[in-house]
C-alpha cells in the first residue's frame, strides 16, 4: 500500500511518501502559495520515487494551509498528524512537543498515539521559530547557527517575554557589552521557558518528544530539559512529524 | 503652595509644577537614564520659574522610573497618578484610557479621583504606541504623521494581534498594492481594538478620558470611540496627565 503525508506549514511544506514500511520525505519552503507549494511537493516525491498519482492509494493533507489542497483525499488537523507522527518516530512517546517557524504546541498522547489533550500558540511570536529568527537578524547571524554560536555559555537573562521588547533587550546587552554567547544562550532559554510552562500546564509527560524545526537547535532542547527537569528526545527529522503521521492515517484510512 | 509632579516614562520623562492653580508643564526623552532624564526636568522646570529646589514643598515621583529618583518626597504608582490627572484635566471623567510608548492602561475611578479598578498591559507590545513604531518603521513614515496618513481610510483588515506577526502582514499588503492609508487606519483599528477589548472587560464609562503620547493619534482615538460605542475625550496636554496627578497628590500631602 502507497500513501501520501503532505503538511502544509507557514515557512515549509513536507511530503511523506509510505511504500510498506519504507518512507521518503521532502521539504520545500511554502513561499506565498500554501496551495502550489502543496501540490509541488506531491508532484517531486512522487517523481523521485518514479510513481504516478494513481498509484497512490490515499493522500492525507495537514497544516495550516491544508484546506487549498484539490487533490487530497482527507484533511485531518495538525495536532492529530503530529501525535501519530511522533509516536511513530520516537517509541513510548507520551507528550509531543513541537516549535515551528510560527507557532508551537504541546499533545499528550496515549499509546496509540491518540490525543488526551494539547495546548497551542500561533497567537503570539513569542516561544516560536519566529523568536529566533527576529533575534538573529538583530544579532547579525544566520538562524540555523544560533546553537553552535551559543555553545556552553552561562545564559543572560532576557527579563521580557515580547519578542519586540525581548528584541531592545537584546539591542541594549550588546550595547552594554555583553557577549553574543550569553545572548544568544538567554535567547534559547527564553523560548524554552515560554514553551515549558505551557507543557507545565497540561501536566508530566513521561517521555518526552521534541518535533519542529526548532528541535534542530540543541540550545532550545537543552534548555527544555531543564526547564521541565527531565530527558527531552529530539526526533530524527523532526520537521517530517506532521507529514509522516498524516502519510500513517492515510494508511489507517485505507485499511477500512 | 509649590508642588511638582515628575513621570519617568519609558520614553518620555514629563514634569508639572503646580503653584497655586497655574502649572507650567516640560517634557524630556529619558533616554538611557531615568534617573538623569528625572533629575533634567526637575532643574529645568525650577529654572523656567526662576524657583530653587528650597521653594518646592514637596515633590512627587511616577512612572517606571520613579524609584530611581533621589530627590523626591514619595513616589505613587502611575495608575494612582494618571486617574487624579485624567481628572483634573477633564471634569467627570470615570474611565482613563491611557496608551503610553510600551504600556497601556484603563482605570476606572470614582468622583475624586481615586482608583476604584484598573487592567494594565505592559507585557505585549501590542495594544501600546510601540506598535504604532513598528508599522510606521515598516511603512517609512513617522510615527507623528500616521493619523494625518490616513484620515478618512477604510481600515484594512489586520488579522493578527501580534506585533510581529502584523508586521509580517502589513509587509505583504504593501505588496500586495493595499494602499498606505488604509493599511494605516487598520494599524489604528487594531491598537484601538487591543485596548477597547481591555476596557471592555472592565466596565463601561459614563466618561471616558483618553491620555499618553497615543492619545495625540487621531485614528486611534476615533477607533477607540467606535469600538467602545462612547465618546472618548482626549485630555488637554494628554502626555502630562501622570505628572499632573503626581503634583495634585503633592498639593494634598503636604496639607496633612
Ligand atoms: S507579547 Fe510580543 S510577541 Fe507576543 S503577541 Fe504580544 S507583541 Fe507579539
Chains 1, 2 share one sequence.
Not at 491544508?66 to 488537523?77: C, E
Amino acid at each position: 500500500m502507497i500513501t501520501v503525508g503532505i503538511d502544509v506549514g507557514s515557512i515549509t511544506t513536507k511530503a511523506v511518501l509510505l511504500n510498506g514500511t519504507t518512507w521518503q520525505s521532502l521539504l520545500l519552503p511554502t513561499g506565498c502559495s500554501p496551495r502550489d507549494a502543496g501540490k509541488s511537493v506531491f508532484e517531486q516525491i512522487l517523481d523521485r520515487a518514479s510513481l504516478s498519482p494513481a498509484d497512490v492509494d490515499c493522500v492525507v493533507g495537514t497544516g495550516y494551509g491544508r484546506i487549498s489542497l484539490p487533490f487530497i483525499d482527507k484533511a485531518i488537523t495538525e495536532i492529530t498528524c503530529h501525535a501519530r507522527g511522533a509516536l511513530h518516530l520516537v517509541n513510548g512517546t507520551d507528550m509531543v512537543i513541537d516549535i515551528g517557524g510560527q507557532d508551537s504546541k504541546v499533545i499528550m498522547i496515549d499509546e496509540q498515539g491518540r490525543v488526551i489533550n494539547f495546548a497551542m500558540n500561533d497567537k503570539c511570536a513569542a516561544g516560536t521559530g519566529r523568536f529566533l529568527q527576529v533575534m538573529a537578524a538583530v544579532l547579525g547571524a544566520d538562524v540555523s547557527d544560533l546553537a553552535d554560536l551559543a555553545r556552553g555559555a552561562e545564559p543572560v537573562q532576557i527579563s521580557s517575554m515580547c519578542t519586540v521588547f525581548a528584541e531592545s533587550e537584546v539591542v541594549s546587552l550588546l550595547a552594554q557589552g555583553v557577549s553574543k554567547e550569553r545572548i544568544i544562550s538567554g535567547i534559547h532559554r527564553s523560548v524554552a521557558g515560554r514553551v515549558a510552562s505551557m507543557a507545565g500546564r497540561l501536566g508530566r509527560g513521561r517521555r518526552i518528544t521534541f518535533t519542529g524545526g526548532v528541535a534542530r537547535n540543541g540550545g532550545v532542547r537543552e534548555f527544555l530539559a531543564r526547564e521541565l527537569g527531565q530527558e527531552v528526545t529530539v526526533a530524527p527529522e523532526p520537521q517530517m512529524a506532521g507529514a509522516i503521521g498524516a502519510a500513517l492515517l492515510a494508511r489507517d484510512r485505507c485499511k477500512h
